[in-house]
């Protein structure tokens, strides 16, 4: 017993650690796994922009009926590549040659909803929400682009049309041989940085870093926000498509398990009374 509860210690211990070194602070993804109308719009998104370059392979053009799509519209809107609706969604794209491109190979989306998720920490649709809205412009990147939650990626933001131009702030609170300073960087929305250092007296907290999105135009910035949500929702529908069906199903189990406890309490009362 003291050695599972040493080895259970353990475990949580590496979670935590893992949690802690996490960096930029994940936001919450609007949950919208049932929402049909949320996840077609999460399928349009990622047929038009991400299957350029990402496979699913794991995933059939034929499953789309599942969240309320015919073979007709699957055919008419989705399927760009001329092949069947039971086609698995498989890219054109040769993976040496993307690697080559963006100095790393775009990984396959079927499951990434998934293998994003740290167990006990937060969801891979969050991290998803996360990466796909904290793109920035950085001209010193090959690709013209950089992002918060991974810094130096290779994927240029290929949404940034329908998030229009933004302007980054960070703002860090950091320790030199001068004593603490305030640098904040700004990256205007060419992606050229203004970096501007100002000591700071009396300061006795730690390193921190803040950051700061300023879009030019809100309304377009927030509609995408929008269509982030759906298409992240389609990415968690495709990572895990019986998901909903599971849950339904271990509530019934759990509310079996409840009922069942009940029965075995008094079966056990009655069992016991003559032989008291
Ligand atoms: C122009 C090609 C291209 C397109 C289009 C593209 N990606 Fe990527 N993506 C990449 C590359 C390259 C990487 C690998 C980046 C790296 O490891 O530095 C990547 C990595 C990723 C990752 C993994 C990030 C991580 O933390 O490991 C996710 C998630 C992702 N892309 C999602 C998307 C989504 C969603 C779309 C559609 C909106 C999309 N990508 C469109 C090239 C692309």
């Given at each position: 017993?003291?050695?599972?509860?040493?080895?259970?210690?353990?475990?949580?211990?590496?979670?935590?650690?893992?949690?802690?070194?996490?960096?930029?602070?994940?936001?919450?993804?609007?949950?919208?796994?049932?929402?049909l109308?949320?996840?077609q719009?999460?399928?349009?998104?990622?047929?038009?922009?991400?299957?350029?370059?990402?496979?699913?392979?794991?995933?059939?053009?034929n499953?789309?009926?599942?969240?309320?799509?015919?073979?007709?519209?699957?055919?008419?809107?989705?399927?760009?590549?001329g092949?069947?609706?039971?086609d698995m969604?498989?890219?054109?794209?040769?993976?040496?040659?993307?690697?080559?491109?963006?100095?790393?190979?775009?990984?396959?989306?079927?499951?990434?909803?998934?293998?994003?998720?740290?167990?006990?920490?937060?969801s891979?649709?969050?991290?998803?929400?996360?990466y796909?809205?904290?793109?920035?412009?950085?001209?010193?990147?090959p690709?013209?682009?950089?992002?918060?939650?991974?810094?130096?990626?290779?994927?240029?933001?290929?949404?940034?049309?329908?998030?229009?131009?933004?302007?980054?702030?960070?703002?860090?609170?950091?320790?030199?041989?001068?004593?603490?300073?305030?640098?904040?960087?700004?990256?205007?929305?060419?992606?050229?940085?203004?970096?501007?250092?100002?000591?700071?007296?009396?300061?006795?907290?730690?390193?921190?870093v803040?950051?700061?999105?300023?879009?030019?135009?809100?309304?377009?910035?927030?509609?995408?926000?929008?269509?982030?949500a759906?298409?992240?929702?389609?990415?968690?529908?495709?990572?895990?498509?019986?998901?909903?069906?599971?849950?339904?199903?271990?509530?019934?189990?759990?509310?079996?398990?409840?009922?069942?406890?009940?029965?075995?309490?008094?079966?056990?009362?009655?069992?016991?009374?003559?032989?008291?």
């Amino acid at each position: 017993m003291k050695k599972l509860l040493g080895v259970l210690m353990l475990m949580l211990a590496c979670t935590g650690v893992q949690a802690a070194e996490g960096g930029y602070h994940l936001e919450k993804a609007p949950d919208r796994l049932n929402d049909l109308a949320a996840l077609q719009n999460g399928a349009k998104l990622f047929v038009n922009y991400c299957l350029n370059c990402h496979s699913a392979s794991s995933m059939r053009y034929n499953r789309l009926r599942d969240i309320g799509l015919t073979d007709e519209q699957i055919k008419d809107n989705l399927l760009f590549t001329g092949g069947k609706v039971g086609d698995m969604m498989t890219v054109a794209m040769d993976a040496k040659e993307a690697k080559e491109w963006f100095g790393a190979a775009p990984p396959d989306l079927s499951v990434i909803a998934r293998a994003k998720s740290v167990n006990a920490g937060p969801s891979g649709a969050d991290y998803l929400y996360t990466y796909l809205r904290t793109f920035y412009r950085d001209e010193t990147r090959p690709t013209g682009w950089n992002n918060l939650v991974f810094p130096n990626v290779g994927m240029p933001h290929v949404l940034w049309e329908l998030q229009g131009p933004r302007e980054l702030t960070m703002v860090a609170m950091h320790k030199g041989g001068q004593g603490w300073e305030r640098v904040t960087t700004t990256y205007d929305v060419n992606g050229v940085a203004t970096v501007k250092h100002e000591p700071v007296a009396g300061y006795h907290g730690h390193e921190t870093v803040e950051t700061r999105f300023t879009p030019k135009d809100p309304a377009r910035a927030a509609a995408y926000d929008n269509d982030v949500a759906d298409l992240v929702a389609f990415m968690s529908w495709m990572a895990e498509p019986v998901k909903q069906q599971r849950v339904r199903l271990g509530v019934w189990v759990l509310i079996f398990l409840a009922f069942f406890t009940v029965i075995a309490w008094r079966l056990n009362a009655v069992y016991w009374k003559d032989v008291k």
